[in-house]
């Protein structure tokens, strides 16, 4: 990996720039206590994640797992990592979780904010803290999901310490009330940044809705598991369960009712029916791969799951489909069947064998806000083609941000299809498929493109940003500005006219300059 450095800043203005190659300090250019400096940035970073995390099934416990793997490979610039575990009766938990917060226990979250502490004083490395972020995590003294404050108050806690702080979120909402909104806002004051996997949703926390500084905002991709698609060669796995000469279409993944599937289902019984012809929807198959989401079991002691089970077969006989459930798909015989629930947890290497195995994957979800997708990330790892409703997080990766307009959209550089969610996604998913299904050489084509945006996804590569992040916030906090002479505007200049009327200059990047620029520094 080759770590580019900037040229040394000026030394008459002892302006520090920080570099990107983690043997350069500040210290070096800065002047001072240089060789006390120059140690304590050469340190390795303790890095502690607050999060869920396996054997609790979540997507965001998975998510924190395979961001601590890949920072393990780095081993000159991370020390230990350890995690304080976000726990429902989930565990028992082993190294690297330490620290076991009850997630409906106020106690708990005091223990694990003085117990964080303790353990970084007594550490001879920086700690660096990162919360995974998600409302659902988070309840009130009451029990109430999605009301509580106790990653501001970790925050408040360990900025007053000291320690760097910083929040990746995986919800950001258009919309939020004034709880979600204060919540985000807090978490920006007090922490050292927010991280997201969406463009999108950093413009939406700049806008008027939040009105978070840019400078707190940072954008890294989700990472991805799969190394290289011919790791997981698609007519191997296909002839070990039976599947060769399929079309298979997959959705993956735990299972609750914003997953949309009651949709998705819908969808591809009219593709089946528009579509195929007897023989032909013998060789085509819908395989949806994991079990409800357990903290959605639970709710409303089962009377919510047991309901959507109820939506899931009314949709399916409505559908005129042959389906069935199966804990395991050794010995299926598919051909009998139009669609096939694999109900299971799924694994680390059943997962990356689904990814390979699939033709098309469909994502129906419901929740537009959604910045982070695991499934969706993977898809591209893997370098398959999706379908998928147009949440966020598929606005970025498939059609780059770029406006939307509404109905079946072929993403921008072809690397998946958009559609609408809910009721009007069965016509545009029925429509995929048939495009899909029936073009062969465009769907080819589509997976290459996937295979050039995954392949910049993969988990080293996210966790070699991360830390250069970690590495900028810290030597920025350390920053030494120098003597400067600060100017105040005592008398009005055109230019200053120019920008209050809204004639602003433009940066090069398009975006405009502030009007609040009033002051100047110069060096003296």
Request: charged share 25%.
């Amino acid at each position: 990996m080759v770590r580019g450095t900037m040229s040394e800043a000026k030394q008459s203005l002892r302006i520090v720039i920080p570099t990107f190659r983690a043997c350069d300090t500040y210290a070096q250019h800065a002047g001072g206590d240089q060789d006390d400096k120059q140690r304590a940035t050469n340190m390795p970073y303790d890095i502690r994640f607050v999060s869920t995390y396996p054997p609790r099934r979540c997507g965001i416990g998975t998510f924190t797992r395979d961001l601590a793997n890949g920072l393990e490979h780095f081993t000159g610039e991370v020390g230990q990592i350890r995690i304080a575990a976000v726990d429902n009766n989930n565990g028992p938990y082993n190294i690297p979780v330490d620290v076991v917060i009850e997630q409906y226990n106020p106690e708990s979250w005091s223990f694990a904010i003085r117990d964080i502490i303790t353990k970084a004083e007594k550490s001879a490395n920086p700690t660096i803290v990162i919360f995974q972020h998600e409302y659902g995590l988070d309840p009130d003294k009451n029990g109430e999901d999605s009301k509580g404050t106790n990653f501001v108050d970790m925050a408040k806690a360990f900025s007053g310490e000291g320690l760097t702080t910083l929040v990746q979120l995986h919800t950001v909402l258009d919309e939020p009330n004034d709880h979600q909104k204060r919540t985000l806002q807090e978490l920006a004051e007090f922490s050292d940044g927010l991280i997201l996997t969406s463009e999108n949703a950093m413009a939406v926390l700049e806008s008027s809705t939040y009105e978070i500084d840019h400078s707190k905002l940072k954008h890294i991709d989700h990472g991805v598991r799969m190394q290289h698609p011919s790791e997981y060669d698609r007519l191997a796995i296909k002839e070990k369960y039976g599947l060769e000469d399929f079309f298979l279409v997959t959705t993956l993944g735990l299972l609750s009712p914003d997953k949309g599937i009651q949709y998705s289902i819908r969808a591809y019984g009219r593709f089946l029916e528009e579509s195929c012809t007897d023989s032909q929807r013998e060789r085509i198959v819908y395989l949806i791969a994991g079990q409800c989401h357990p903290d959605f079991v639970r709710v409303a002691e089962g009377r919510e799951h047991q309901a959507y089970q109820a939506t899931l077969t009314k949709v399916l006989e409505e559908s005129r489909l042959k389906w069935c459930k199966a804990k395991e798909l050794e010995g299926l015989y598919f051909r009998q069947y139009d669609v096939v629930f694999l109900d299971t947890f799924l694994d680390e290497g059943t997962f990356l064998e689904l990814y390979g195995a699939t033709n098309v994957m469909v994502l129906p979800y419901l929740n537009m806000f959604q910045t982070s997708s695991g499934i969706l990330a993977d898809t591209l790892g893997s370098s398959r083609v999706s379908i998928a409703t147009k949440f966020n997080c598929a606005l970025e990766l498939i059609h780059s941000n770029k406006p939307c307009p509404g109905g079946l959209v072929i993403g921008r550089y072809a690397r998946g299809i958009l559609v609408d969610p809910g009721e009007a996604s069965v016509e545009q998913i029925a429509g995929a498929l048939d495009f899909l299904a029936f073009n062969q050489n465009e769907r080819l084509k589509m997976e290459k493109e996937t295979h050039q945006r995954g392949f910049q996804m993969q988990w080293n590569n996210i966790a070699w940003a991360l830390l250069q992040h970690i590495k900028f916030v810290r030597e920025e906090k350390e920053l030494v500005i120098g003597r400067a002479e600060k100017f105040t505007r005592d008398k009005t200049s055109v230019y200053h006219r120019q920008r209050q009327s809204g004639d602003v200059y433009q940066s090069v990047s398009g975006v405009p300059v502030p009007s609040c620029v009033d002051c100047l520094t110069a060096s003296r």
